[in-house]
């Protein structure tokens, strides 16, 4: 067991058991915050699994979790948008939380990978992964006011 894999155990153990918490004991709004942490959680820990096995396919794995974790999140917002009226969650701190691990966590690999083609990669998928986590959690707490108010 490397680093890399290490840091992949603890971030999937403790972000895990934050969105089992959240998943298992919430309202409906914690629930579908906690629905997009794990997507922060999980997508971070396949890139460091990737640095720490040597498999790329990891990373693409990744990258396709960054991408569709917060459209799964949008849809959600979407649906259950009346409900989620009434009590907005608070989705300030976990957000922040989860975009600043997931930004140090591709700072790290851009650095172990050197430049090229995975570095690349890596960028996109923490572009995607950042981006994605905080519309998501915009449209969770409401919303842009310019975009609802007209």
Do not use: H
Not at 123 to 140: E, K, P
Request: aromatic fraction near 4%; charge should be positive.
């Amino acid at each position: 067991m490397n680093g890399w894999i290490a840091a992949a155990a603890a971030l999937l153990a403790v972000g895990g058991a934050v969105v089992v918490w959240a998943v298992s004991t919430g309202p409906l709004p914690r629930r579908v915050t906690a629905q997009n942490l794990a997507t922060s959680v999980a997508s971070p820990g396949l890139l460091l699994l990737a640095q720490g096995y040597g498999r790329s396919s990891y990373v693409d794995l990744a990258l396709l979790l960054a991408l569709l974790g917060p459209v799964g999140t949008l849809v959600f917002a979407r649906l259950l948008a009346d409900d989620l009226a009434d009590a907005r969650p608070p989705t300030q701190g976990p957000t922040w939380v989860a975009a600043g691990v997931g930004g140090v966590v591709v700072a790290m690999l851009c650095a172990a990978e050197g430049p090229g083609r995975a570095m690349a990669k890596l960028l996109v998928t923490g572009a995607l992964l950042i981006g994605g986590n905080l519309v998501a959690s915009r449209s969770l707490a409401g919303g842009f006011r310019q975009v609802r108010d007209g």
